[in-house]
């Protein structure tokens, strides 16, 4: 059987990764996801509302 191959001179392989590897890169994105995500929200349900907005007009400015 003819092996495939890829642009005439690479083999095609196939990629193999420990479910251990899929999990840590799975749970890293969670993690980091939800790093960035929760603190702004926290932050800003700490401000007043018109500091808030008053912000949120600034940056739209930019």
Avoid at 22 to 28: D, E, G, I, Q, R
Avoid at 57 to 62: D, P, R, S, V
């Amino acid at each position: 059987m003819k092996k495939k191959v890829w642009n005439g001179n690479i083999e095609i392989f196939a990629l193999v990764l420990p479910m251990w590897a899929v999990k840590l890169a799975l749970y890293t994105s969670i993690a980091i996801g939800s790093l960035v995500g929760i603190y702004p929200a926290l932050k800003a349900a700490s401000m007043k509302p018109s500091k808030a907005l008053r912000f949120e007009k600034t940056f739209g400015k930019l």
